[in-house]
Structures are given as C-alpha cells and as structure tokens.
C-alpha cells in the first residue's frame, strides 16, 4: 500500500541492509513506480488515449553482480528464491511470479544487451493485482538492474517497449504500452496524456488543491484476464468491419462518434457498445487534458463519471462493489470525479478530492463500503511521482 516519501525511503535503506544481511555484499536500489490512470480505460490497445498518473507506491529491487551467470531472484511478498541461469531463460509463460524477471532478462538478451548473473531481491508496496500496474513497476525495476549491473545502455523508451514485450511473451499478458511507459516517463506532481499510437505524450500538472485517492474494492474476478481478451476481440471484430465502410481506420482511434452512428446497423449490438465506449472515452480523455490545462476540475470529474458509466453500461467490465465505490464518493463531500481504473471486474476505483475534504472521504467510504458488502476497502491517498530511477540514499525516492 502506498506509504509516505519517509518511509519509502526508510524501505529503499532497510531493503539494502536485508540484502546485505542475506548475501554478505552491499547492492545498487532501483525503484519504478505503480501507476493510476485518471481516465482512458481499454484505449490503449486501439491506439487510442490514456491518462496514467506514476504513484508514489514502488517495487524496490536490490541487485548484485554474480559471476556465475545466474540470476537468483528473491521476492520478499511471495517468500520465495528462484534460480534462473541466463542461458535458459527461454520459454513459455510458467505462471510464477518469476517470469517478469525472466522475460525482461530474456528480451533484454534478445535485443542484444550482455547481461552478468545478480542476485537480486525484490521489495513491493505496490499491492499486487489491484490494477496499479504491480506487474510494470516490477518489470521496469528488474530492467534497470539488470541494465546497470551489466553497464549497458536503453533508451527510455526502448526499457518501456522491451518491458511490455517481457509481460506479453513471458507473463502471457497483452497489455499496451501505457503500464511501462508511465513507470518509465512519470513525472512528480503530473499526470501524462499518452497517444498510444505515436507514444507522444503531454505532461500536464495536476492542480495542488486536489489529492488522487484510490480505493480497492479488495475484489478480484478469476475470469478478468479471459474477459480482457473477449473485450479486445470485439474491438478487433468492430474495426473489421468499420474499414470496410470508412476510408483510413486501421483502429477505433480513427473512428468518430458520427462515423460509428452512421453504421450502427452493420454492426453486433454487443460489438456496437464495445465501439461506443472505446470512441467515447478517447473524446473523453482528449477532454480531460482540455480540462487539466484550464484546471476545471468540475469538467474533469464530470469526465470521470461518464467514463465509469460507460465501462458500467456499454463495455460491461464494472462490477458491483466498484459500482458502489462510485456511487458512494459521488456522494460524498469534495469529491470531482470517481470511476474504476484498470481492466475492471474488480481492482481499484480513483477519485479526485479536494485536498481538505481527504480525511472526511476516507472515514465515509470506509464505512459505507465496510457496512453494504462486509468488506474493508483499503484506501491509498496518492501523490503523483516521478518515474524509474536508481535510488540515491541522499535523495527523495
Ligand atoms: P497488477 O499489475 O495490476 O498489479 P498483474 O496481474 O498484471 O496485476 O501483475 C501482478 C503479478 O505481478 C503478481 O501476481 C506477480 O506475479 C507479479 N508481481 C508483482 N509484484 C511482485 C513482487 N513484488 N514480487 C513478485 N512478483 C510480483
Ligand atoms: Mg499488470
């Protein structure tokens, strides 16, 4: 859960002194922050708009040279050492946490990169498979150790690229780029529009009387990833036929609402919704940078909301308690926006909150959630930080 710049600091020392304690050497600390996306939910992979925000909750990773060329791999959340010899990295996905190490070290390998054995030991306060990017913050980390202890170079978004390849090739997982690009590019106080087409992206400042709160509904779906890839089928299968009817469309990105209206009838009704939501949230994201710029918040959390009725209703990835996080914060005092954030059926809502109603907020969703489902929502106030990075001991992580 993510904790205060103090203590993550105190995390990033008393992580170097387990490992020394472990493996009697001293190591380098690499960190790369979780993420939230304000609005711009499943336009990623249609080459269209998101609005991730970098937060201030990280995976830590200590690493080593080892001469022997192994990677021996710790997680401190899992408990568990795997032993991964760089000749033998190749695979397919093997359904451990350690295939995000493995992939990243394999693609960093098939890119060219001579990586050396390490040990390394990973630390998380990212809760893991809440929708906060765990997996990305993960992968980004491993990739700068691994780069630094071999002295090799990557661009910025060469690491983000090579990243997503880890998680789609080895994970099994067919994200977009928008998880490791915001580990990578995040920046401290901002949120960043990313064209998941171009990878061009604009950093816009987030206005200091507003506080980014997450609230987990501690609800996980067991069919979310077969869902996911239902969801891109259907966009798959709706721009299939949109190119066939309008000139240039090679995704929904090149889709207006007028040109989506004008043939509703050729389409699924499902397939028809799916569309609808994915061109309606990159107009809704296109908005929300508008609005940031102009800091109307009120613009901004209108956007929110129709962004979480959309999911709701049109592309059906919400689910009850999120539904309900909602509907409680819209109610709640000092609240602009709410609406869940990453791939749905369960994970995380965000909501933007006046800075002085926060406490008040937390306590009433708290509670509210607590008395209608039984459950404890465990709730993050975020500040928007900078991307990946080596820790100095002298700094700020
Ligand atoms: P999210 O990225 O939303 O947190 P994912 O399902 O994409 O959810 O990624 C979560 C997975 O990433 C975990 O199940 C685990 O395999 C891996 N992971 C993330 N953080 C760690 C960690 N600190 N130690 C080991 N594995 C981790
Ligand atoms: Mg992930």
Redesign the pocket.
Known sequence: MPIPPSRNESAAGSLRERFQNRKGTSSRVFLAPGRVNLIGEHTDYNDGFVMPVAIDSY?WIAAAKRSDGVLSVC?E??GESVQLPLTALAGPPRKH?SD?VRGVAAVLQSAGHKLMGADIL???N???????????S?EVASALALMAEASAHLSPLELAKLCQRAEHEYAG?RCGIM?QFVAVFGRARCALMLDCRSLEYQVLTLPAAVRIVICNSMVKHEHAAGEYNLRRADCENGVKVLQRLIPNVRALRDVSRADLEQHRGELAERVYRRCRHVVGENQRVLAAAEALRTQDLAALGNLMYQSHTSMRDDYEISCSQLDFLVDLAAGAEGVYGARMT?GGFGGCTVNLVRSDAVEDFQSRIGAGYRRKTGRNSEIYVCAAAQGAREWQSDGEP
């Open positions: 995976t997680s959340h899992f946490w995000y990973i630390y998380s990212v809760p893991l498979g809440a929708g906060l990017s765990s997996s990305a993960l997982t998880d990453g």
